[in-house]
């Protein structure tokens, strides 16, 4: 079946404006996690969507960046006022439960480039 | 500072050999790890996993040891064939997931 997918693949802005990152988790998955990227680092943990429940918001570096989930499935990643240091790949992953039960499946990612 | 450390940012092993990956962490709230292989231009990919009740797991050609009192985990992959040169990320979970910087393996011919 299909697996997570991501749009826009990259995206160039300039410093300042709004983005909108998406990630279409995969049928079915209850639990959606966005992730970043930066050069020569690991994943660093943004955001987590378990179901109905409240979402984690506790990797969100600052209050530019929020995240939805509507109806469960489809997520939208927004950073307001853009900065260069917000450049980095985000990736989107989902599983079908809990962390510790399930596998995660990550998207092939959103490579942001502010300018 | 790092909770979640690969010390060596790259490995080069003979193919048929043994490759080992190291990772060291921090903070013993986490009590479950996993490996994650990436290539270029994709996500992330699930390995292995083990709970912090178990030191080894095993899946085929990958095994991960846990040493809880070090607080380090190791995946070794045997034999090494040139279609597992990638990335390799291990991750730790406590309250979320702590990625580390990731070892790029190159498996040679």
């Known amino acids: 079946g299909a697996g997570v997918s991501q749009s826009p693949s990259n995206k160039v802005t300039e410093k300042g404006k709004d983005v909108e990152l998406r990630c279409d988790p995969i049928?079915?998955?209850?639990?959606l996690y966005w992730y970043r990227q930066s050069l020569g680092q690991g994943l660093e943990f943004l955001i987590y969507f378990q179901g109905n429940s409240a979402p984690d918001k506790s990797g969100l570096p600052s209050d530019r960046f929020s995240a939805e989930r509507t109806g469960g499935s489809v997520s939208t990643l927004t950073i307001q006022r853009t900065q260069q240091e917000d450049s980095a790949v985000y990736l989107c992953?989902?599983?079908?439960?809990?962390?510790?039960?399930?596998?995660?499946?990550f998207g092939p990612g959103t490579r942001l480039l502010v300018l | 500072d790092q909770q979640v450390k690969q010390n060596s940012p790259s490995l080069s092993v003979q193919e048929g050999r043994i490759s080992i990956l190291n990772c060291d962490y921090t903070n013993s709230m986490f009590d479950y790890f996993l490996w994650y292989k990436k290539y270029p231009a994709e996500g992330p990919t699930f390995l292995i996993s083990i709970s912090s009740i178990k030191d080894k797991n095993e899946d085929g050609r990958f095994t991960v040891f846990l040493n809880k009192s070090a607080k380090h985990l190791s995946l070794h992959i045997v034999p090494s064939q040139p279609g597992d040169s990638a990335v390799y990320f291990c991750?730790?979970?406590?309250?979320?997931?702590?990625f580390g910087p990731g070892t790029r393996l190159s498996v040679l011919p």
């Open positions: 049928s079915g998955h209850t639990a």
């Open positions: 992953a989902s599983s079908a439960g809990g962390p510790r039960q399930e596998t995660q499946y």
């Open positions: 991750a730790s979970y406590g309250q979320n997931f702590v």
